[in-house]
C-alpha cells in the first residue's frame, strides 16, 4: 500500500480533528506580546496557557538584550555545530553559570529540550544497562527511552514502592551483564503539578546502585529557595546525578541545558548527536539567556509575585469547591467530570463569554469522563485576572454541573 494513501485514512489521534478543530483548539493563534492579556481571534483574553512562569518573556531588560543581541551577531551566528565550528565564550559563560546555580560541576547546553533529552539518553546507556521511568514522563523521555537498544522499565506514577521493585529487577539483570541502571523522572510533573518524590527516591541509593536524572523543565526557576528547581526545595540537588532543564519555560526563551559532574559532561559534549549533528544555539539567544539567567538568580521577587499568583488562584479554587488533584507547584490542574463534548462547548463558553484563554485535556490523556483544564499563573498576571478567573469558574461548574454543555458541539464561534 502506498504509505501517503495510508496517511489519508488514518490522520493519527489528534490529526482525525484537523478538519474541524484546527485554528481554535487545535494550532490557536494568540498574538501581540507574551503576558497574562493577549489576543485571540481579534479580542483581548485573559491567558492562561504559557509557562512563561517568572514574566520574563517581555521583561523590559529581556526584550532590550534580545534586541541588542540580535542586531549586533544576527541568528546566524555562530555557523555550524559547537564541536566544529559553533563554540563561542557566551556558550561557555552560560555553561559555567548555569553550573554554578544549580550547582554542578559542569554543564552542556542542548538546543532544545526534547531533543537534548532523547539524545541524552541514547548518549548515556548501552545494551547492557537499565532505564526506569516514571509512567507518566514527559515524551522526550519516552522517546529516548525508546532508542535504548537494553531492558526498561516503567515504574507507576511517583510510587516509591514500584520503582524498588523494579530496581530489584533491574539489579538482577544488570550484575551479570555488567551493566548499570539509569533511573528518570521529573521535578515538577506538567500535567498534574505534582512533584517527583525526589528525596525518596534519593534515599533508594543507599539499597541499589543506580544514577538519578531528573527533567526539571517546570521546577528550574519556579521551585527552590534561589529557584534552582526542585532538587533544591527538597534538599536532594547534590543527589542528583543528571539535573536537565528546557529554557522553554520559566526562561522563556529556545534551548535547554543538562548539569552534572566534569567527567560525565565532557563524555555528553563528545557523544550526544542531537548537539554534534546539529548547528549550535545562535548568539542572541545565548546572550538573551545570561540575561534571563540573571534576571531568576537576582529577582527573587519575581519568584515571589509567581508564587502569590498561584497561591491566589489555588486557594480560590480550592475555597469554591474545585479539585486540584495533587499539584503543589505552580501548574494548576482542575479536574471535573463530563465528556468531550461538554468540554469543547466550556472552553468555548469561557473563551467567548468570559474572555479567559485556557485548554482543556480530555481522554485518553485523563480517564474517560474527566475534564482537566489546565491553568499556569505566572508573575505577569495580577491579582484582578485571578478574581475575574474565579468568578467565571464558578459560572461555568455550574452551567456543566446543570448540563447545560451537553449538546453537540458547535464551532461556528
Ligand atoms: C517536562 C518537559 N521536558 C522537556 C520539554 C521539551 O523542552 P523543549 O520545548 O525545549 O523542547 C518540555 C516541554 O517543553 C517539558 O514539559
Known sequence: MDIFDKLQQNRGPLGQYAKTLHGYFLFPKLEGGIGSRMQFRGKEKIVWSLNNYLGLANHPEVRRVDAEAAAQYGYASPMGARMMSGNTNFHEQLERELSE??????????????????????????????????????????????????QR?????????????????????????K???LVITEGVFGMGGDQGKLKEIVALKK??????????????????????????????????????????????SIGAFISGEEQVIEYLKYNMRSQIFAKSLPLPLVIGDL????????????RTKLWTIVDAMQAGLRERGFNLGRTNTPVTPI?????????????????????????????PIVPRGVIMIRIIPTAAHTIEDVRITLDAFTHIAEKLHSKKYDYSINMAV
Open 101 to 150: 546555580f544549580v550547582g554542578k560541576e559542569d554543564t552542556f547546553l542542548l538546543n532544545y529540550g526534547y531533543q537534548g533529552m532523547t539524545s541524552a539518553i541514547d548518549a548515556l546507556v548501552d545494551r547492557h544497562d537499565v532505564i526506569i521511568y516514571d509512567a507518566e514522563s514527559h515524551a522526550c523521555i519516552i522517546d529516548g527511552v525508546r532508542m535504548h537498544m537494553g
Open 153 to 177: 522499565y516503567t515504574f507507576a506514577h511517583n510510587d516509591v514502592d514500584s520503582l524498588e521493585k523494579q530496581l530489584e529487577r533491574a539489579q538482577a539483570i544488570v550484575n551479570p551483564n
Open 335 to 363: 479536574f471535573l467530570n463530563g465528556g468531550d463534548n461538554e468540554a469543547a462547548n466550556l472552553i468555548i463558553d469561557l473563551r467567548e463569554n468570559f474572555d479567559i484563554f485556557c485548554s482543556a485535556v480530555v481522554y
Open 207 to 252: 539499597k541499589f546502585d543506580f544514577r538519578l536524572m531528573i527533567d526539571d523543565a517546570h521546577g528550574f526557576g519556579t521551585m527552590g529557595a534561589t529557584g534552582a528547581g526542585t532538587g533544591e526545595l527538597q534538599g536532594v540537588q547534590k543527589d542528583i546525578d543528571l539535573y536537565f532543564s528546557t529554557f522553554a519555560k520559566s526562561m522563556a
Open 291 to 302: 540575561k534571563r539567567l540573571e534576571l531568576l538568580r537576582t529577582q527573587g521577587e519575581l
Open 179 to 181: 551493566g548499570g541502571i
